[in-house]
DNA sequence: GTTTGCAATAATATATGATATTTTGCTGAT
DNA sequence: ATCAGCAAAATATCATATATTATTGCAAAC
């Protein structure tokens, strides 16, 4: 099998973008090009260019002759991210459901058993695999509206996913057994072609993962 | 007053991004670095930082080790684009009407004013100003749906307002009368603050441009 | 004690040249 | 026509140089 024989540029591009979702570079924080150099051994011309498609996705904020910095985070920028993604996602999932085909079914089946598997074991309370866990989450919601027919809006709606990843990342709790539930009837209503049904449990799935998260950065206030 | 003091980087960025947009870098070509070098004034260095940001918006494909090309045309790609611009700009709307202030009112004014001005000069048959009036058209749009509180969903209904504008540029062709009957009732939905009208009106408006424009790339097969 | 002004320092923006690797194009043989 | 293999072209990456701009530190002034 051919190895994935990625260029540095994208394989630091993958390490840096996941720095900023997972936290390990802080929100705010200054970028220093000689400090990247060092860390991700690569050279500043290519973490420019890494930081300038950073920065056009909103993961990086480039002031115009003074640098970059990881992007702040803000409870109003939590709060236009979820209803973006409550708008997509709900899109997206509606004509998903009813152009979905045998093969959307199986992809999905298989997406929400993994994700389920895992999700009992941070139930039983262990931790250790947070990274793992979101990202079954991120393949089983994908593969709910894999089916949409639009690459443009698939696009638009893993950026924003990754957006609201760094926000749940930053609180660092979980949700629990509401979540799993949700998951469960969200995988039902679409096997079932029950478009309603799974639109807003869907949509009541992000507004309640917002609360939580909302009321956590409302105790954690240090980390704006 | 402080002239804008641009750097190198960002006004060559507007200016490869609007040869894209015009199509004067056609659909599908060959962007080498040492051509646009000559062609745009830049370093390799700073032009790779501009078609990487042009690539994760979605102007530029960058094919690993083989460079970048001008994003491709398709009408499907249209169609998802048209159907991307309605969900991000009618929800807008709606938030923007329901929220909008005495400021917002009157730029909408002034920007309707504006656009109508130019297209009466369009009807007349002075087709001169084909770029200032889609200025006008985008100042309008974007009057209409500013004050709905999220900087997240401008932003992203920028990017998609600009991908739509390409396909409108390629066919070259007027919609005419109907398009600017379409904006006078949108402002005035607007302005009674009447939601529904001006959504349906609004996404009329998409989907009536949208068969323009395919109808129109139909005939001209060439241009993919 | 706070603010102002300015020099010293640091960092960015841009350009250039060098190297390794990959892709592409071409030639000739099958 | 197809394919192998080689030469030319282009990309990806890096190091380095320079000009410009931003930041910092500190002394002088209020």
């Not at 236009?80 to 709900?90: D, G, S, Y």
């Not at 027919?149 to 609201?164: E, M």
């Not at 309603?196 to 449990?201: H, K, L």
């Amino acid at each position: 099998m051919p190895s994935p024989t990625n260029t540095v540029g994208s394989s630091t591009y993958e390490r840096v973008k996941r720095d900023v979702i997972f936290g390990a570079l802080a929100p705010g924080s200054k970028l220093k090009l000689d400090g990247l150099r060092e860390r991700y051994n690569a050279s500043v011309s290519t973490l420019r260019e890494i930081l300038n498609r950073l920065a056009s996705e909103g993961f990086v904020v480039a002031a115009e002759q003074r640098g970059f910095f990881v992007k702040p985070v803000s409870k109003d920028d939590l709060v236009e991210i979820a209803n973006l993604r409550i708008l997509l996602e709900c899109s997206a999932l509606e004509t998903s459901i009813m152009s979905g085909d045998p093969d959307w079914e199986g992809n999905l089946v298989a997406a929400h058993h993994k994700l389920h598997l895992i999700e009992q074991k941070m139930l039983d309370g262990d931790q250790s695999q947070k990274e793992l866990w979101k990202r079954y989450d991120w393949e089983f919601h994908q593969a709910m509206i894999s089916a949409c027919n639009s690459q443009n809006l698939l696009a638009l709606h893993g950026t924003i996913f990754d957006k609201y990843l760094r926000y749940q990342m930053l609180v660092l709790t979980y949700r629990g057994a509401p979540a799993i539930e949700d998951h469960r009837r969200m995988l039902d209503a679409a096997l079932a072609r029950d478009v309603d049904t799974a639109v807003s449990v869907l949509e009541h799935h992000i507004r309640k993962g917002l609360e939580h998260t909302l009321k956590a950065m409302g105790d954690t206030e240090d980390l704006i």
